[in-house]
């Protein structure tokens, strides 16, 4: 790994924020993918995005048993009944853990996560928000590690910021790499696990001989200093940094009406985790 302190360029495109930037690329990732398992928020406004860009034919599955799903705005929950009404099918949930998600049938799932750490995993459950303050809750695990486990391979997309990416977790949710190699293959996690880290300043993805994350890609004017200032360890960056694409007018596009469809509709997806 090299201290390479270059940034992408930005001379092509600006008419866009780092938040769409992070949707498109997170989006682009799942080109070629079958099936993804979708979680609220930040990924599932990338896997919809895919479905309308990248890879129309995608299946979304969502934790609440609808398959295929194909709403037109971007859906409030995983209750949301947009999901039902547009899916190919809708199983019970034990179905759709213990013979969908545990019998490897899903490609791809997508996860956010409100703490990352150096080896991917995933904290969704609690903060510690300091001395003499009570903890801070949050959402909860969900089915993420169950998709975590068993998926072919898992995404992640998330904001960038000292916040997010920390040295340890203040509670492990969902594994990832645990504490590095061979640590998913002990415990039984068929498997890949997490394969890349999409944020709004770049791309994170594990390096193949210590699991650690590593800095692969940067987005269009950002620098590396920038991330690693923005990241709770000492971020290593990879020999062969690259730069992602500014995303296209017809991304754009695409990703702002699935946006504008939740809006027009009185509805509203709410604050991406």
């Known amino acids: 790994m ?13 008419d866009f924020t780092r938040d769409e930037l ?49 709403p037109t705005r971007l859906p409030l929950s995983i209750g949301d009944g947009e999901l039902a009404e547009t899916a190919d099918a809708v199983v019970p949930v034990p179905e759709m853990f213990n013979y969908w998600l545990q019998g490897g049938r899903i490609d791809v799932g997508f996860l956010g ?14 903060v510690n928000r300091g001395p003499d303050k ?33 040295p340890e977790l203040d509670f492990v949710t969902t594994l990832g790499h645990g504490a590095g190699p061979g640590d ?15 944020t709004d300043l770049g ?9 650690e994350l590593v800095l692969t890609e940067l ?10 200032a923005a990241t709770g360890w000492e971020l290593r960056v990879s020999d062969g940094l690259g730069a992602t694409e500014p995303p296209t007018p017809q991304e754009l596009a695409a990703l702002r009406a699935l946006k504008n469809a939740g809006k027009s509709s009185g509805k509203s997806s709410g604050k991406d985790a």
């Open 134 to 166: 009570p903890e801070g809750r949050l959402p909860g695990a969900g089915g993420a590690p169950e998709i975590a486990s068993n998926c072919g391979k898992v995404l992640m997309v998330l904001r960038h910021s000292t916040r997010n990416f920390v």
């Open 219 to 228: 987005h269009p004017g950002v620098s590396v200093e920038q991330v690693r």
């Open 2 to 14: 090299t201290d390479n302190t270059t940034s992408a360029d930005n001379t092509t495109r600006t």
């Open 113 to 126: 996560a409100a703490q990352v750490d150096r080896y991917a995993n995933i904290n969704t459950t609690v």
């Open 203 to 211: 791309v994170l993805r594990p390096d193949p001989a210590t699991a």
């Open 184 to 198: 998913r293959k002990k415990l039984g996690m068929p498997g890949a696990g997490p394969v890349a880290v999409i």
């Open 22 to 70: 992070m949707e498109v690329n997170a989006a682009r990732a799942l080109a070629g993918a079958r099936t993804c398992f979708v979680g609220i928020g930040l990924p599932s406004t990338a896997a919809n995005l895919a479905r309308a860009t990248v890879n129309p034919d995608l299946v979304l599955i969502y934790e609440s048993g609808t398959i295929g799903s194909k």
